[in-house]
């Protein structure tokens, strides 16, 4: 059987300005298929590629799959879409598989849109592809489909959720096949080097209220860093990678695993050779002060914190835990372990105004981090804040859920003014920072890797790629009553996000319910019995 992995072609002017992504997903999906017999797996990365509708046509013409199989987030379904639509008028045959966590809660909508789509896979995709694959391999997927756990289809006119699969359980299962993916076609642009985003750990145990990460896992699992630390040799010596960003949401939440994986890192001679980057929290770096200088030497040189906002109202809508002040001194920390810094701001909620906006950059440059990063607030519809502000929600259209588009309109301000106000922050930011800090502050390594990061951020900015500039029509302040996100306007509000999806986080949340409410029935029937006693008492007396 022919198996055919596209990667959509979406950008967005968000991330990739750093350089190109390795898609992930494919490697650790084509992994479990060789080792259950799957050998003639193709891949073609249409977002790396730059593959036009009409090249993805005939490139799979030309391999006449049996099945084709891509993924989505939030702003990439309306392409991923489209693979699956090209597939369908050009190789009918071929059965259609979309994964991804926007598909796995919103699959009625998908469905709905799509009906060009045969199955949807729902949560992490290895097992469940084996045994899916394997039914479609044998020609009896559609009368057994329904015996699979963690697909959604089409029946008719119904629309059908099997139950959800379990969770992948034994980690040292999850062995991804790197040599799917092109290396030579995946540079981080700060150090030239090919880089790689490899999985130490899956889930988080909190549950932030904008994120959708924790609901996607469901539970925290971690691998062990031995079998990390092979795959990241093995992406080095075999494959030339120099840089690799963990792909976890926060890699230090099991502080002994990851002392034990950098320890590995360590013996094996690998920080001369592979530097490497993570996202964590601010009580992470506090917890771990005396140890950044151990990280440090285990090869980590960037971390991207979880700031998140600079008024504390934020951060407690945001379920962040953590407080503002804490922001400043963790910045301070791993700057003093010479470990690069990158703040993450979140802004573009309903309270939003030029006086928050001025306040994020005056905090971030009295923070001094070595970056900074102003992300629109988006609102994913499958998390706990949607619900709380989805009739706030105007813009429907998903191809503009990427963190550098408007969605939410603030109370006291246009998206054209808002998108000008974070330009502001950046523009400021970074002049200063390059004419005052990078080429200045310290040699070697350090100097390489600022001048690097600025070269990337230099390098989207006169591309007009850096947050769709160009696309949207923005050159300075003097457009920002001009600016046009070409929303498609026709798109409508999405039915709930799937009501079957259960996290340890919710099971959690059920059984503190329970608890509360047997202590209170509890509490109710014991204020009845001495209203009852008290009543007796009282007759005996008269």
Known sequence: MRILFVHPNYRSGGAEIAGTWPPAWVAYLTGPLKCAGFTDIHFIDAMTEGVSDEELRDRMLALQPDVVGTTAI???????????????????????????????????????????????????????????????????????????KGLAFRDGDKIVATPAADT???????????????WDQYIYLP????????????????????????????????RDPKDVVDEIEDLHVNHGVGFFILADEEPTINRKKFIEFCQELIDRGLPDKVKWGINTRVTDIYRDRELLPFYRKAGLVHVSLGTEAAAQMKLDRFNKETKVEENKQAIKLLRDADIFVEAQFIVGLDNETPETLEETYRMAWDWQPDLANWAMYTPWPFTPLFEEIKDQVEIHDFSKYNFVTPIMKPSAMER????????????????????????????????????????????????????????????????????????????????????????????????????????????ERGEERRRDRIDVAADNDA
């Open 74 to 148: 939030t702003p990439s379904i309306y392409a991923a879409e489209r693979v699956l639509e090209i597939a369908a008028l050009n190789v009918p045959k071929a059965v259609r598989v979309l994964g991804g966590v926007h598909a796995t809660f919103m699959y009625k909508q998908v469905l709905s849109e799509a009906p060009h789509i045969d199955v949807i896979v729902r949560g992490e995709g290895e097992e469940i592809a084996v045994e899916l694959f394997t039914a479609i391999s044998e020609g009896r997927w559609k009368q057994d489909r329904a015996g699979i």
């Open 168 to 182: 992948v359980k034994d980690m040292s299962t999850l062995k991804p096949d790197w040599t799917i993916l092109d």
């Open 191 to 222: 150090l030239n080097t090919k880089v790689a985003i490899p999985n130490l750990a899956r889930g988080c145990p909190f549950t932030c209220s904008f994120c959708s990460q924790w609901k996607f896992w469901r539970d925290y699992r971690i």
């Open 416 to 523: 054209g003014e808002l998108l000008n106000g974070v330009m502001k922050n950046y523009r400021r930011f970074y002049m200063q920072k390059a004419l005052f800090h990078y080429p200045w502050r310290g040699t070697g390594f350090r100097r390489r890797y600022l001048l690097g990061c600025l070269y990337a951020f230099l390098r989207a900015g006169f591309k007009r790629t850096f947050y769709d500039l160009g696309k949207a029509g923005y050159w300075g302040p003097q457009t920002q009553k001009k600016v046009d996100f070409h929303f498609d306007e026709s798109r409508a509000a999405a039915e709930d996000a799937a009501t079957d999806w259960q996290t340890n986080a919710d099971r959690a949340a059920q059984a503190k319910a329970r608890r509360e409410a047997v202590r209170k029935q509890m509490k």
